[in-house]
Every structure is written in C-alpha cells, then in structure tokens.
C-alpha cells in the first residue's frame, strides 16, 4: 500500500488549495481515510475523514472552509481548502484506516504554506 500526497505549496491568506492523495494497492471505497495536519511545534491533528460508506468528519469549524471528498475511479481522496488562513500552515498527511480503524498507512505529507 502506498500513499502520494500532492497539492501543496504557498497561497495567499483568503485562497484556495486543494490536495490529492493517491492510493496505490488498496480501493479507497473499501476503507475509511482522513486528512491530518502538523505545524510546527503542535502535534498531528485529524482536519477531516471519510468513513468507507462516504460519511464525511471534520474538526470543529473546518467543515465551513475544507472538503474532504474522493474519486474511486481515480484511486485518490482530495482536501479542498478555501479561504485559507495563515493558521493553516502545516504539513499535511492523508492516511487511510486498517480494518480495525487504525490509520495503518500514511502518505509522506505535503507542505501548505499561508502567507497573510
């Protein structure tokens, strides 16, 4: 199982960015994913998630700013970021859940950058 993740990169405050993660060796449908995030010197959070059946999660007031979503046929789950903030500056990691619900399988992160 691999994951790549892409999309990152800088962005004004008040923009739009979207993220990819594609995944190799597994169907996406069949396991639950989320997004999470890093910055500097705070631990890694959940930002959003999707359970196999298409339910959707998001941390606190993300839900009216991010998107989680994902194409099956493509093999990839995006983020869909707008109205980005500078508090949004972070490392960004999709994952994917084993069958217990662990996130077994990460990708290598991808690095959004706001600048105000």
């Known amino acids: 199982v691999q994951l790549q993740a892409s999309g990152g990169g800088v962005v004004q405050a008040g923009g739009s960015v979207r993220l990819s993660c594609v995944a190799s060796g597994l169907t996406l449908s069949r396991y639950g994913m989320g997004w999470f995030r890093q910055a500097p010197g705070q631990e890694r959070e959940l930002v959003a998630a999707m359970h196999n059946s298409g339910d959707t999660y998001y941390r606190g007031s993300l839900k009216r700013r991010f998107t989680i979503f994902r194409d099956i046929a493509k093999h990839t789950a995006y983020l869909q970021m707008n109205n980005v903030r500078p508090e949004d500056t972070a490392v960004y990691y999709c994952?994917?859940?084993?069958?217990?619900?662990?996130?077994?399988?990460w990708g290598q992160g991808t690095q959004v950058t706001v600048s105000s």
């Open positions: 994952a994917v859940q084993n069958m217990y619900g662990y996130y077994e399988y």
